[in-house]
């Protein structure tokens, strides 16, 4: 059975005026239980800021950071019991995960989070994730809920991250105030020119405009993940999206494969510890041979690092080569001979930067 990360954004889910559209929250649970039989789906939601603000007292959506965490923690509650009382109704039951980015930072509570949700998967209950936006500050947060998909679509193997929003599709130009703008039925490669045609907008109740999309669906495609922009109407079908008949835009990953779970952890969340620096020897063995990293071709190393930490690599002339998950400390390493075989970074816990 497939499986399918779907975003819905916040501008899909308000009135004019910003407060959540129960009736459109309704047409999105609709979607997801008419393809039930055909995926199992992820949802990744925004919502909870405009469910709240009112009560909080608010007449506008509030605009500082504190008035948005304030709306955001009555809304999130709000926001979940309108989904459950809908899914309800078709006799399916959904659970709420508050991420932060913090969560996965340490691999061991990445990997709590991929299980939470398998389990989930596994047991037939839509997974409803959201940024936990009423303690994240602003260094610590995904960005938008479009990065959030592309990384839980990496983190299950989802085989596309469905981007519902405003706008139909990818424009060469923006259709609302250019009538010349043309559609992108498909596109194979996601170019600087294609970023600067998408305007960076946001809109009253959202955070991110096409580019943020575009930086989604370029994330999706380093783990292997398709993805698929669109807006969400009473005729969308899943099962024509996966078939290739949807009327949005395809952005095919060119990645054949998907990315390990671990090798995504070391890819994107974790944080280096030390750095090390290899001989030219080594360097074609672990780019061109798809070798892992011995000791014999370390020359010398900067930091000081744990079992398991992960170290940045560099060529002797300071190319950023990649980075992997070291099996031995920098003060082990400093200890061993410059002739033994060693393994420090095994092939399976690398990522080659290219």
Known sequence: MERIVLKIGSSSLTTPNGELDDQKLQEVVTF?????????????????VAAGFKQVGYQTRPVTVHGKQAAAAVGQTLLMERYHT?????????????????????????????????????????????????????????????????????????????????????????????????KYDTITEITDD??????????????????AKLSAATLAHQFGVTAYISTLKAETSLLSIIKGDGKGTYLPSPTTGVMKTSKQ???????????????????????????????????????????DDVVTVYSLDGELLGKGKTQVSSEDLTALSSKENQVIIHRDQWITYS
């Not at 997801?32 to 909870?48: C, F, Q």
């Not at 500050?137 to 990065?147: P, S, Y």
């Not at 990384?151 to 991250?161: I, S």
């Not at 294609?194 to 580019?211: I, P, S, Y």
């Open 32 to 48: 997801i239980a008419k393809a039930r039989d055909h995926a199992d789906i992820i949802l990744v939601t925004s919502g909870a």
């Open 194 to 211: 294609l970023f600067a045609q998408a305007e960076e907008t946001t809109t009253k109740v959202g955070t991110g405009g096409m580019r």
């Open 265 to 307: 952890w070391i890819a994107v969340h974790s944080k280096h510890a030390g750095e090390l620096f290899i001989d030219n020897g080594a360097k074609e063995a672990m780019i061109e041979r798809k070798k892992s990293l011995l000791a014999v071709g370390i020359d010398h190393i900067k930091g000081t690092f744990s079992r």
């Open 86 to 182: 809908h899914f309800k109704a078709y006799d399916m039951t959904a659970a709420q995960l508050l991420v932060s980015r913090s969560d996965l930072y340490r691999e061991e509570q990445y990997k709590n989070v991929y299980a939470t949700i398998t389990e989930l998967i596994k047991r037939h209950v839509i997974p409803i994730i959201n940024e936990n936006d009423s303690t994240a500050i602003e260094e610590l947060t995904f960005g938008d809920n479009d990065r959030l998909a592309a990384l839980v679509g990496g983190m299950v193997h989802a085989t596309h991250v469905i981007l519902f929003t405003d706008t139909d599709g990818v424009y060469s130009a923006n259709p609302q105030t250019n009538p010349d703008a043309k």
